[in-house]
């Protein structure tokens, strides 16, 4: 049983710039939460995917958005990067919206906006 | 409303000792009270949960306490270990929405031996 992979671990952008995140959930998990995590604070809700479609979002502006595919890995795009975006973005898994509450985290894409 | 406060911000507890986190929250549509522990460059991992049909629940040295009338839990490490140094994070969400959690700001706790 593969955990949460994310990837990349680590990227630098200029503000102005488009990013993509990329997790490949945990084995046979079909849903996916992604998470934002300044540095020195918890980690804030973005937005969640339950088969393929958006379902529920934190209080992030439309420039956050996201996929997820038939597998399940999903995509996590931001555009019009602010400086304000460098933070830990977190994907985590779980099975199906009524599981057992167990989020299964990602070890996160650490993005640096300059 | 959608805030869950924790405090402290850091603890210092030596080998053996009880560590003491406290969270309180203010939205009474919250259910489920997960703590999670993260270790520097790892992402969070479920340590402990509870859900408001109890008081207590205790899983090995960890022990959360409940006090739903003034909506507040703790954890508690018992004899705790330097291997037990890392960030916690309580957090809260409605049971139904378990996955879009409000998390706390995060405990640093240093177990020195």
């Known amino acids: 049983e593969t955990g949460v992979t994310q990837s990349p671990t680590h990227l630098i952008k200029t503000r102005g710039q488009q990013v993509t995140l990329r997790c490949s959930s945990q084995?046979?998990?079909?849903?996916v939460s992604w998470y934002q995590q300044a540095l020195g604070q918890g980690p804030q809700f973005i937005f969640q995917?339950?088969?393929?479609?958006?379902?529920g979002r934190g209080n992030f502006p439309p420039r956050f958005s996201g996929l997820q595919f038939p597998n399940y890995s999903s995509e996590l795009n931001v555009n019009a990067l602010e400086l304000d975006d460098s933070a830990l973005y977190l994907c985590?898994?779980?099975?199906?919206?009524?599981?057992?509450?167990?989020?299964?985290f990602g070890e996160g894409s650490r993005l640096t906006v300059l | 409303q959608q805030q869950v406060k924790q405090s402290p911000q850091s603890l210092i507890v030596q080998k053996g000792g009880i560590s003491i986190i406290n969270c309180a929250y203010e939205n009474t549509a919250f259910d489920y009270f997960p703590w999670y522990q993260q270790f520097p460059g790892k992402g969070p991992a479920l340590l402990i949960a509870?859900?408001?049909?109890?008081s207590e629940k205790k899983e090995g040295r960890f022990t959360i306490s409940f006090n739903k009338s003034a909506k507040q839990f703790s954890l508690h490490i018992m004899d705790s270990q330097p291997g037990d140094s890392a960030t916690y994070f309580c957090a809260a969400a409605p049971w139904s929405g378990y996955n879009k959690l409000i998390f706390g700001a995060g405990t640093r706790l240093a177990v020195h031996p």
């Open positions: 084995s046979g998990h079909n849903t």
């Open positions: 995917y339950y088969r393929e479609e958006e379902n």
């Open positions: 985590a898994s779980s099975l199906d919206l009524a599981g057992t509450g167990e989020l299964f």
């Open positions: 509870i859900r408001p049909d109890v």
